[in-house]
């Protein structure tokens, strides 16, 4: 993306999300074969991550419950979060949050050969 001129912005949100779109589909198929690609027009970049998985592709967690649990449900000591209560919440589930914020948009096609989860910035 640096050869093609992309602003610095955009390289590390693309980073973000090639990272977390092959995550996922390391975490969700079976398959030893994960492709990704990069995709260059004049509105910008498309990330695309293949893979022999068919599992459905869960919508992304409401911002804050990727515990199940609204973020002022958060127990809090003096004002401030309590880090024992915050050590406690999964750190897993969030990826595809990510990408929803970092994305212009996304999207998941699915085949008989495979998935393929897009994201354009």
Known sequence: MRAW????ERIEAAA???TELVTNAVQHTSTRRIRCRLLRSADGVRICVWNRGR?????????????GLPVAAVPTVSGHAD??????????GRGLLLVDALA???GTRAALAGRLVWADV
Do not use: K
Not at 5 to 8: I, L, N, R, T
């Open 16 to 18: 973000l999300i090639v």
């Open 104 to 106: 212009a948009r996304w």
């Open 83 to 92: 880090d024992d209560a915050l050590d406690c919440l999964p750190e897993d």
């Open 55 to 67: 599992a459905r592709i869960p919508a992304p967690a409401a911002p804050g419950d990727s515990a």
């Open 5 to 8: 001129g992309e602003p610095a």
